[in-house]
Nanobody, 126 residues
Framework: QAQLAVSGGGSVQAGGSLRLSCAAS????????IGWFRQVPGKEREGVAV????????TFSDSVRGRFTVSQNKVNHTMYLQMNSLQPEDTAMYYC???????????????????WSRGTQVTVSS
């Protein structure tokens, strides 16, 4: 069974940057997508970005497009979420998740992901 471990959270001031890492271990060959999600207490989990592992293409939510980027290291099965120009509204617990879907799906649908990391807290102060 595959496992995902996310790291890199922390506290920054507005305008700062952080890079989150999502390391996959175990049976990872079935993973086709890695999604990044975040959640604020009392609110629904929000999809931030998704990347297609074989092709590398990515999609971002409107709230982070132009500020966040994704990359991957296929050798060590690690995905990265680079977060620039962070704002207080980016404060949340961040998660990565893996999907094995090979046909179209709504990437923000949490049910499409089979493996989830624990969260890492990102706090942005004004």
């Amino acid at each position: 069974q595959a496992q995902l471990a996310v790291s890199g959270g922390g506290s920054v001031q507005a305008g700062g940057s952080l890079r989150l890492s999502c390391a996959a271990s175990g049976y990872t060959s079935s993973h086709k997508w890695i999604g990044w999600f975040r959640q604020v207490p009392g609110k629904e989990r929000e999809g931030v970005a998704v990347v297609n592992l074989p092709l590398g293409g990515a999609t971002f939510s409107d709230s982070v497009r132009g500020r966040f980027t994704v990359s991957q290291n296929k050798v060590n099965h690690t995905m990265y979420l680079q977060m620039n120009s962070l704002q207080p509204e980016d404060t949340a617990m961040y998660y990565c998740a893996a999907s094995t879907r090979t046909t179209y799906f709504r990437w923000t649908d949490e049910g499409a992901y089979t493996d989830w990391s624990r969260g890492t807290q990102v706090t942005v102060s004004s």
